[in-house]
């Protein structure tokens, strides 16, 4: 199977991000699994209690680079396994309902938490998939790459607000409840807006390693 190009077909791997994007899209098998949940783990991280927006960073550049698959079965996987691992951290409050006995449902716990964030994985999945498809059919550069995954996380998350009764939890938008001058930027555009700022803010650092060859 021919790996995809570090971005255009002129596209060197001279300098640290260069090398960094050409060596992460190429991870294959639990080398690409493991980084996509890691970086899943990361974005989480973000998120209340934690607060530590700053991580969205490296997560979203990342996932920007592990996705770029030859094949959309690949960004489908990467997507769920990122999504699988964001909300089984970010979903950890489920597990308080069943502590209230924990004797007789504490064991339950656990399941719920990764049960309900296997099932929420589907939108990111969905969202990397897309964004992955549109890029590869159409050769964006990695700034172009990075708005598209921004707009498919967005609509995601709002469809995971709309569909079987919605469950709007942790919206990206939602790190910036500790930033009072940020978070009024929610009064113009909405928790979505505002998200979608944020996750192409976080992911548009992944076209340091572009070489230029992509469609602008």
Wanted: hydrophobic share 60%; no cysteine; aromatic share 14%.
């Amino acid at each position: 199977m021919a790996l995809p190009p570090a971005t255009g077909p002129d596209a060197g791997t001279d300098g640290l991000f260069p090398r960094l994007a050409h060596e992460t899209a190429r991870f294959r098998g639990w080398r690409a699994w493991t980084t996509a949940l890691g970086l899943g783990i990361l974005a989480a991280a973000a998120m209340p209690p934690y607060g530590l927006v700053f991580a969205l960073v490296p997560a979203f550049t990342g996932l920007v680079w592990l996705a770029e698959r030859p094949r959309w079965q690949g960004a489908f996987v990467i997507g769920w396994l990122f999504g699988l691992g964001h909300f089984a951290i970010g979903f950890y409050w489920v597990a308080s309902a069943f502590m209230v006995e924990a004797a007789i449902y504490g064991w339950m716990a656990p399941i719920a938490v990764i049960g309900l964030a296997a099932g929420m994985a589907l939108f990111p999945a969905l969202a990397v998939t897309a964004a992955s498809e549109l890029a590869r059919e159409l050769k964006l550069d990695r700034w172009a790459r990075a708005l598209a995954l921004a707009a498919f996380w967005t609509l995601a998350e709002w469809l995971r607000g709309q569909l079987f009764t919605g469950f709007p939890w942790n919206l990206m938008g939602t790190v910036w409840v500790a930033s009072a001058p940020v978070l009024q930027a929610a009064a113009w555009v909405g928790v979505f807006g505002l998200g979608l700022v944020t996750v192409a803010t976080a992911a548009l650092p992944a076209a340091l390693a572009d070489g230029g060859g992509g469609r602008r």
